[in-house]
T-cell receptor
Framework: QKEVEQNSGPLSVPEGAIASLNCTYS??????FFWYRQYSGKSPELIMSIYSNGDKEDGRFTAQLNKASQYVSLLIRDSQPSDSATYLCAVNSGGSNYKLTFGKGTLLTVNP | SAVISQKPSRDICQRGTSLTIQCQVDSQVTMMFWYRQQPGQSLTLIATANQGSEATYESGFVIDKFPISRPNLTFSTLTVSNMSPEDSSIYLC?????????????FGPGTRLTVL
């Protein structure tokens, strides 16, 4: 059974701080990794994808991947109240299997 | 990314009835998927909707309960059959966009189903 684990939170950070969200996965052959943001009552929105070890930056977001440790993280710099949402980690094993396996998500609250 | 719409956005249904959910994409996409998100839970893949052939179902999901159609590259339907309160969930379609070979998937707005 392929699993994706996330701390369910809630994670509470003050406005302007760095929010750090973590995810581990069990399938060692996983190839693609994604972070989705889901506001309450809305559908998931893709915010970051990462495929190689190391860091990938996009604006205030940085995704970090360590395949040896089977670990992927998302850093949100200068957190804003509008970042308050559930963040879902998703993993794909690659090849012709396009299935995404999701973690249960981490609820982030950014306090003004 | 492609613009995805779903109909209906929400519905309240009686036990034993069926509901068909539509997913429309504004451009041709190779792959479409149907997910379920039960209250307070994460997303679980129901099936991959294959154009011109039978859908590929994940473990725990069967065609008799969740028949899927995909008549072309822009449209798919999911039917939730013989519903029970346990089927109350958000149902989401997603599409895979083959951007440089990356497996990025984008979600529609979802259909919130309540079964009484």
């Amino acid at each position: 059974q392929k699993e994706v684990e996330q701390n369910s939170g809630p994670l509470s950070v003050p406005e302007g701080a760095i929010a750090s969200l973590n995810c581990t996965y069990s399938d060692r052959v996983s190839q693609s990794f994604f972070w989705y943001r889901q506001y309450s009552g809305k559908s998931p929105e893709l915010i970051m994808s990462i495929y190689s070890n190391g860091d990938k930056e996009d604006g205030r977001f940085t995704a970090q991947l360590n395949k040896a440790s089977q670990y992927v993280s998302l850093l949100i710099r200068d957190s804003q109240p509008s970042d308050s949402a559930t963040y879902l980690c998703a993993v794909n094993s690659g090849g012709s299997n396009y299935k995404l396996t999701f973690g249960k998500g981490t609820l982030l609250t950014v306090n003004p | 990314s492609a613009v995805i719409s779903q109909k209906p956005s929400r519905d309240i249904c009686q036990r034993g009835t069926s509901l068909t959910i539509q997913c429309q994409v504004d451009s041709q996409v190779t792959m479409m998927f149907w997910y379920r998100q039960q209250p307070g839970q994460s997303l679980t893949l129901i099936a991959t909707a294959n154009q011109g052939s039978e859908a590929t179902y994940e473990s725990g999901f069967v065609i008799d309960k969740f028949p899927i159609s995909r008549p072309n590259l822009t449209f798919s339907t999911l039917t939730v059959s013989n519903m029970s309160p346990e089927d109350s969930s958000i149902y989401l379609c997603s599409v895979r966009e083959d951007l440089l070979g990356y497996n990025e998937q984008f979600f529609g707005p979802g259909t919130r189903l309540t079964v009484l």
